[in-house]
Each structure stands twice: as C-alpha cells, then as structure tokens.
C-alpha cells in the first residue's frame, strides 16, 4: 500500500538554525499538508498546499516558516530561525481530496 | 469551550472488551469526520471516515455520527492488546482544514 515517508526521522539542531524537512507524498495525491504534534499535545494544522501553492495556513506558521514542492514527488518545510519551542513531532499528510488524510511517520525536531 | 473534546483516558479495557470512544464538538459547520489510531512516536493511521450521521462499519470497527447533537463514536468490538494506542478524532467544515481532538489513550490488557 502506498504511503507518506518523511526524512529524516530525527533532526537536531541549535536555536537559530535552518532546517528543511522532507516529505515524499503519496503520488497520485494533489491535496500536501504539515501538521505539528508538541510532546503530550494534540495534532495542529501548520499549513495546507494545493495546486503549486499554500491554500491555508494556521497562526502558528509564521514567517520563520515556508512550504515548498521543488520537483514532482517531494514537499518540504523550512524553518529558518529555529526556537526552542519548534521541537515537536513534524507530521506531513497528504490526499487525493481535501480527505481523508493520510499521514507519515513524522520527523521529530529537538531544537537545543 | 474548545473546538473539540476528548476524553484524554487513559481507557484500560481487558481483551475482547467492547470499547467506546468518544468526542463532542462545538462548531456546527464540521461536515466531515475521521477517526485516527496513533502508536507512541508513530504518524497517526487513518482508521474510519464518514460524512454524514448515521453508523459506518469497517471490521471490528464501528464510527457513529450523530450532527444533531455534535457527538461522534467510534467502537470496538473484540479488542486486542495491538488496539492499545491513542485514538484521535479528527473534524472539518466543508473545504476547510481538520481540526484534531486531543486524543484518548486506549490500554486493552491481555
């Protein structure tokens, strides 16, 4: 069955560090998203893209943040200033409508 | 109020146990609704979607809509040790973005 893969499945990184972190869709999905999962918290929406461009963001995705489909298969977010409070779970999901969703295995992010 | 609710648990069940899960919701707009199973440190796996009220059964698996009072469900029947996760309910109006519960911990004991 074909899935959502995310790498790298663990990034650390120094407090005001960039970071990109990739996300292969499932290949025949138009709908990409990020959502972000804080250790103990519930899944958040960061970022919603469609149609080679962002269709909805949350509060959360700031300018520190950036979404980007470089080339046919992969879809990524950028982090540009990394604060200590951006380590979390990373979760990409996509889908062929706006749902259902089908998640990844996230990529967890430990800011230090 | 918040958007949605769920019950945090942790539920302990023993196997086999018929278990019921559980969110309310404020937003009377929520048109599409989805039930996630999430393993510790794992992406949550899409187990059941539906879009009106009304029941949809997928196995052990039974999700239950009711619009009217912005209640859904989803059960399990025959519960296995492997059942032991959190479970997560997701909601979205039409064409907008979903909005996750915080999740219930599920435990079924052998």
């Known amino acids: 069955e074909p899935e959502v893969t995310q790498t790298p499945s663990h990034q650390v990184t120094q407090m005001g560090q960039e970071v990109i972190l990739r996300c292969v869709p499932i290949?025949?999905?138009?709908?990409f998203y990020w959502y972000r999962q804080i250790l103990g918290q519930k899944v958040e929406f960061l970022v919603s893209f469609y149609n080679n461009e962002i269709s909805e963001k949350s509060e959360i995705f700031d300018d520190q943040f950036s979404v980007e489909r470089p080339d046919g298969s992969n879809f990524t977010l950028k982090i540009r200033s990394t604060k200590l409070e951006d380590s979390a779970m990373y979760f990409c999901a996509s889908g062929p409508t706006r749902s259902p969703l089908h998640f990844g295995n996230g990529t967890r992010l430990t800011v230090t | 109020q918040k958007e949605v609710e769920q019950d945090p648990g942790p539920l302990s069940v023993p196997e086999g146990a018929i278990v019921s899960l559980n969110c309310t919701y404020s937003?009377?707009?929520?048109?599409?609704f989805m039930w996630y199973r999430q393993y510790s440190r794992k992406g949550p796996e899409l187990l059941m979607y539906?879009?009106?009220?009304g029941n949809k059964e997928d196995g052990r698996f039974t999700a239950q809509v009711d619009k009217s009072s912005k209640y859904i469900s989803l059960f399990i029947r025959d519960s296995q040790p492997s059942d032991s996760a959190t479970y997560l309910c997701a909601m979205s109006p039409l064409g907008q973005n979903f909005v996750f519960g915080p999740g219930t911990r599920l435990s079924v004991l052998p």
């Open positions: 937003n009377s707009a929520f048109q599409y």
């Open positions: 539906t879009y009106s009220s």
């Open positions: 290949s025949n999905h138009l709908y």
